[in-house]
T-cell receptor, first 112, second 113 residues
């Protein structure tokens, strides 16, 4: 099965700084690379995703970059705000089976 | 649209009891799945379904059964609850095909004593 590692497990940044979270995976068949945000006591929600034929995708302050050769993809958040504080999960998936394998999560804290 | 709904929100069971967690979606999604989330961990896939009448096992299926008689509903049954099944359970749904967002329900917090 897929092995997914996410680093760091905790990350504290000052408001306005950037944050980067990295996800490595083992299955070369993975072709879908989403990032989910989960606030305390809430459900996970998709914030950005990328497919294997694209190297980078941006959505306002959030971006995802993919290196398929090295089997890793990263979440980049610029100009962080206190409301960005949450747990972020990567969840690489493959094919039409829709199976996602979640990383263990990164607790991001944005300090005012 | 209500999206993905789950009932109950909270449940306390005694060891050995059985129960069914309910999940429903009104988006006509083919794919539905159940995950469990333990403290400090990511979500682990229990069972999934790619359409009515079709189910398959995920990473941690032992102790759980599912069925998919309709597109809308995907109940999760705990046959004989154990303390190790204390967790938060999330149901999710999506269209099939590559790269389609999975929508999660609000979760059920289950405690087994």
């Amino acid at each position: 099965g897929e092995n997914v590692e996410q680093h760091p497990s905790t990350l504290s940044v000052q408001e306005g700084d950037s944050a980067v979270i990295k996800c490595t995976y083992s299955d070369s068949a993975s072709n879908y690379f989403p990032w989910y945000k989960q606030e305390l006591g809430k459900r996970p929600q998709l914030i950005i995703d990328i497919r294997s034929n694209v190297g980078e995708k941006k959505d306002q302050r959030i971006a995802v970059t993919l290196n398929k050769t090295a089997k890793h993809f990263s979440l980049h958040i610029t100009e962080t705000q206190p409301e960005d504080s949450a747990v972020y999960f990567c969840a690489p998936g493959s094919g039409s089976a829709r199976q996602l394998t979640f990383g263990s999560g990164t607790q991001l804290t944005v300090l005012p | 649209n209500a999206g993905v709904t789950q009932t109950p929100k909270f449940q306390v069971l005694k060891t050995g009891q059985s129960m069914t967690l309910q999940c429903a979606q009104d988006m006509n999604h083919e794919y539905m799945s159940w995950y469990r989330q333990d403290p400090g961990m990511g979500l682990r896939l229990i069972h999934y379904s790619v359409g009515a009448g079709i189910t398959d096992q995920g990473e941690v299926p032992n102790g759980y059964n599912v069925s998919r008689s309709t597109t809308e509903d995907f109940p999760l049954r705990l046959l004989s609850a154990a303390p190790s099944q204390t967790s938060v359970y999330f149901c999710a749904s999506s269209w099939t095909g590559e790269g389609n967002e999975q929508f999660f329900g609000p979760g059920t917090r289950l405690t087994v004593l």
